[in-house]
């Protein structure tokens, strides 16, 4: 009988795994840039963007790991190099491909899904009807991220409970009402993750990590599609790579609002377990404003 011949190692190539990856140091001012137009495909990030965090689990997800090469700036020391011959704006995430720079994160989702491949973000013609609520609710994300940024500043403010549930609870309902659209699986728009889900969690998780931290308030009782969504998404390698060490993205959009005392405590929390994970609080520590 014949057999097949063994796979030649050079035709079949496992993609990295996106938890086995090795993520590039934060470059900043003093770096040398990468070889800019050289015809890879660089996906500059930082490691604690919400917007980056989008589009950078859009690209594991397609599983575009060996195809995009990631490339880490220091939002607070930015490059020259990345100002004067990526992208004067200065913001991330921002993609280089074809010796062409595309920016803002909702683009960045569409291009990725357009001119790359791998598992479709957005169901587009498959399916329209699951494609006109992606299109809803990325329409409506604006306003619910709004809503957590309002609610966190009402906490720093030292607003009231009331005062911040009236701001957070129809956001939080919203998405939870979302959830329950399509009966075929935890995600926004059913069964597997999509763009939606990309576009709303990074948000979602943060804020959840934030008010559980601040006001010991848990965002996903009495909303149990929530709850189930994040736990699903975490079993997802794409997606839970992204978020490194929580600590320090809750560290981060902390520093925001201004919240030095438990600021004080996840400092003293990772000097006791990780020196590395110490020296990147010290950097996050100097940000002024980590999130836009
Ligand atoms: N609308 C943009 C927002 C991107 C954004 O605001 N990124 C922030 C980091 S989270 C940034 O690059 N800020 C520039 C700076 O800090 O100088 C998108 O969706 O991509």
Same mark, same amino acid.
């Not at 917007?51 to 939002?75: E, H, P, S, T």
């Given at each position: 009988?014949?057999?097949?011949?063994?796979?030649?190692?050079?035709?079949?190539?496992?993609?990295?795994?996106?938890?086995?990856?090795?993520?590039?140091?934060?470059?900043?001012?003093?770096?040398?840039?990468?070889?800019?137009?050289?015809?890879?495909?660089?996906?500059?990030?930082?490691?604690?963007?919400?917007?980056?965090?989008?589009v950078?689990?859009?690209?594991?997800?397609?599983?575009?790991?060996d195809?995009?090469?990631?490339?880490?700036?220091?939002?607070q020391?930015?490059?020259?190099w990345?100002?004067?011959?990526?992208?004067?704006?200065?913001?991330i995430?921002?993609?280089?491909?074809?010796?062409?720079?595309?920016?803002?994160?909702? &683009?960045?989702?569409?291009y990725?899904?357009?001119?790359?491949?791998?598992?479709?973000?957005?169901?587009?013609?498959?399916?329209?009807?699951?494609?006109?609520?992606?299109?809803?609710?990325?329409?409506?994300?604006?306003?619910?991220?709004?809503?957590?940024?309002?609610?966190?500043?009402?906490?720093?403010?030292?607003?009231? &409970?009331? &005062?911040?549930?009236?701001?957070?609870?129809?956001?939080?309902?919203?998405?939870?009402?979302?959830?329950?659209?399509?009966?075929?699986?935890?995600?926004?728009?059913?069964?597997?993750?999509?763009?939606?889900?990309?576009?709303?969690?990074?948000?979602?998780?943060?804020?959840?990590?934030?008010?559980?931290?601040?006001?010991?308030?848990?965002?996903?009782?009495?909303?149990?599609?929530?709850?189930?969504?994040?736990e699903?998404?975490?079993?997802?390698?794409?997606?839970?790579?992204?978020?490194?060490?929580?600590?320090?993205?809750?560290?981060?959009?902390m520093?925001?609002?201004?919240?030095?005392?438990?600021?004080?405590?996840?400092?003293?929390?990772?000097?006791?377990?990780?020196r590395?994970?110490?020296?990147?609080?010290?950097?996050?520590?100097?940000?002024?404003?980590?999130?836009?």
């Amino acid at each position: 009988m014949a057999t097949a011949a063994a796979p030649d190692d050079s035709t079949v190539r496992e993609t990295t795994k996106a938890s086995e990856e090795v993520l590039p140091p934060t470059l900043g001012s003093g770096s040398q840039p990468p070889n800019l137009f050289d015809g890879t495909t660089r996906l500059y990030i930082s490691y604690i963007c919400p917007y980056v965090q989008r589009v950078w689990i859009a690209r594991n997800f397609k599983g575009l790991q060996d195809k995009i090469q990631l490339v880490a700036i220091d939002l607070q020391d930015k490059p020259a190099w990345f100002l004067e011959k990526v992208y004067p704006p200065g913001k991330i995430p921002v993609l280089e491909h074809n010796g062409n720079i595309i920016a803002e994160s909702l &683009d960045l989702l569409s291009y990725l899904d357009a001119n790359f491949e791998g598992p479709k973000l957005f169901p587009g013609d498959q399916d329209p009807a699951k494609q006109a609520f992606a299109d809803e609710l990325i329409a409506n994300s604006d306003s619910v991220i709004t809503a957590f940024f309002k609610a966190g500043r009402a906490y720093a403010q030292g607003q009231g &409970d009331d &005062d911040i549930s009236k701001i957070l609870a129809p956001a939080l309902d919203k998405v939870e009402e979302s959830l329950g659209r399509f009966s075929d699986g935890p995600f926004l728009l059913g069964q597997s993750m999509s763009a939606v889900d990309m576009v709303y969690a990074p948000f979602v998780e943060r804020f959840k990590d934030f008010f559980a931290a601040v006001k010991h308030y848990d965002i996903t009782q009495a909303r149990p599609k929530l709850k189930e969504w994040i736990e699903e998404l975490n079993k997802i390698d794409a997606y839970a790579v992204t978020w490194g060490d929580r600590r320090l993205q809750l560290a981060a959009l902390m520093n925001k609002f201004g919240v030095i005392l438990v600021l004080f405590y996840l400092y003293s929390t990772v000097l006791s377990s990780n020196r590395s994970g110490l020296t990147h609080l010290n950097l996050y520590l100097q940000i002024q404003s980590p999130v836009a």
